[in-house]
């Protein structure tokens, strides 16, 4: 479910990765004739995280080979790989949910980042636009440049999925202009059950990274995008042991994408 408002890239080792980003150009300004050319500078930040390694392993004896005629041991890639898609939602929706602290030393989402709602609500129109309105409002690195960010992404725990697909839905039409919503077809609803785990009533808005905001970044090692699957014949016992291993690990790089309400 995390795929829409993730981006994915690769490292080459297990060392340090530091995302740093580059703020805005400093505004262009009017240059009379003659006049010396104002210089300006660019702000940066910085995300610093590295990749880790999960893995298994488990051995099927020579018994259940034989009398599953191969079928459990041909099963197994697939059951892994399987396993490896759960380990990356848990990896990236704990980024969410554990509001761990940025670069700057304060908590993802949090007043100070003007991504967080003063209270808690229930989604409606009233607190959907006051969320869209925060994220449009966003500054730049230089904390002057208006970002104009478009939130794209609901992000629900699936006890109010249901509510929040109302209020994306086009199938109903009003029949006064204070009954519009003026949202319906605007966000895509993404459903999440390891939000409930957190919270069943906070809910999140993100922007869509191919716009070119960064949101949260899903990292693997070069060349391994899936997991390893290695297998080692027994020989002191009669069987086949299988490990499996993955690569990967996950890291909010800009809060600006991102805005919470924590629910009612």
């Known amino acids: 479910t995390f795929r829409p408002f993730v981006t994915v890239k690769t490292a080459p080792d297990f060392k340090q990765v530091s995302r740093v980003r580059l703020g805005e150009v400093p505004t262009l300004e009017l240059v009379p004739e003659g006049a010396e050319v104002k210089r300006g500078t660019i702000g940066e930040s910085k995300e ?4 880790a390694t999960y893995s298994k392993i488990f051995g099927i004896t020579r018994e259940t080979i034989i009398n599953d005629n191969l079928q459990a041991f041909t099963d197994i890639p697939r059951k892994f790989g ?4 759960r380990l990356e939602s848990d990896i990236v929706w704990a980024v969410i949910t554990a509001n761990a602290a940025m670069g700057d030393s304060v908590a993802l989402f949090h007043s100070t980042h003007g991504n967080l709602a003063g209270s808690g609500a229930v989604i409606s129109v009233t607190t959907l636009g006051a969320a869209r309105t925060a994220m449009r409002k966003q500054k730049g690195i230089n904390n002057k440049d208006y970002l104009n960010i478009i939130p794209r992404y609901m992000l629900v725990p699936a006890a109010i999925e249901t509510t929040a697909d109302q209020f994306v839905s086009q199938n109903l039409l009003a029949n006064q202009s204070s009954s519009v919503n003026p949202f319906a077809g605007r966000l895509q609803v993404i459903a999440e059950p390891r939000l409930d785990a957190s919270s069943a009533t906070a809910w999140y808005l993100s922007a869509n990274p191919a716009e070119g905001v960064d949101v949260v970044e899903l990292l693997y090692l070069d060349g391994q ?3 390893q699957i290695v297998t ?14 993955h690569d990967v690990a996950a890291k909010a790089l800009d809060w600006r994408g991102l805005y919470k309400n924590p629910g009612a």
Do not use: E, H, I, M
Not at 235 to 244: I, M, P, R
């Open 225 to 227: 995008t899936g997991p």
């Open 48 to 51: 610093v995280y590295n990749l």
């Open 82 to 85: 399987a396993a490896a898609a």
């Open 232 to 245: 080692d014949l027994g020989f002191d016992t009669n069987g086949v042991k299988v490990k499996a291993l």
